[in-house]
T-cell receptor, first 110, second 114 residues
């Protein structure tokens, strides 16, 4: 399985932007980059995904490096409700095995 | 919205008991998954299913089996529960195996084996 590397933890002040990095140097050409987050005592929820171009939705933005070996999830204004563990995963176009890892635990400081 | 429902949120079972964890999705998804989540280890795939009666082993299938008799339902079975199976179990589903398909998770089932 192609794997990703994320920092174990990050902190942000409330209402400031947050940039969560992810390295995926072994990404293949057809792998999609997905981001999920897990709030305390809940299952992970979808945040955003992309292939090559930067993506925006109501929750976040995803910036993908030109060589696709890294990506950054951007929360434009962190709120206390954004405190969660954020997972970056690579989903291949064939097969159902993908690697979640341990993610980045985001703390939002009031 | 897609809903993935896990039948039990919290369970306490005795060592050696047979345990069933049930999962139902309401969006006619082809693929369903069972993960376990332990502190420091992230999510680890136990089994997945890509169609009714079809299944494949994930990274940690030992001590577990699964059943998918209907498309919407995927069951995880612990034939003889052991204390090292105390964990949070997450069910998930996806429209299909394509890379762009989103994965939807249930809220999790916390299993304690005593």
């Amino acid at each position: 399985d192609a794997k990703t590397t994320q920092p174990n933890s990050m902190e942000s002040n409330e209402e400031e932007p947050v940039h969560l990095p992810c390295n995926h140097s072994t990404i293949s050409g057809t792998d999609y980059i997905h981001w999920y987050r897990q709030l305390p005592s809940q299952g992970p929820e979808y945040v955003i995904h992309g292939l090559t171009s930067n993506v925006n939705n109501r929750m976040a933005s995803l910036a993908i490096a030109e060589d696709r070996k890294s990506s950054t999830l951007i929360l434009h204004r962190a709120t206390l409700r954004d405190a969660a563990v954020y997972y970056c995963i690579l989903r291949p176009n064939t097969g159902n095995q993908f690697y979640f890892g341990t993610g980045t635990s985001l703390t939002v400081i009031p | 919205d897609v809903k993935v429902t896990q039948s039990s949120r919290y369970l306490v079972k005795r060592t050696g008991e047979k345990v069933f964890l049930e999962c139902v999705q309401d969006m006619d998804h082809e693929n369903m998954f069972w993960y376990r989540q332990d502190p420091g280890l992230g999510l680890r795939l136990i089994y997945f299913s890509y169609d009714v009666k079809m299944k494949e082993k994930g990274d940690i299938p030992e001590g577990y089996s699964v059943s998918r008799e209907k498309k919407e339902r995927f069951s995880l079975i612990l034939e003889s529960a052991s204390t090292n199976q105390t964990s949070m179990y997450l069910c998930a589903s996806s429209l299909g195996p394509r890379a762009r398909n989103t994965i939807y998770f249930g809220e999790g089932s916390w299993l304690t084996v005593v």
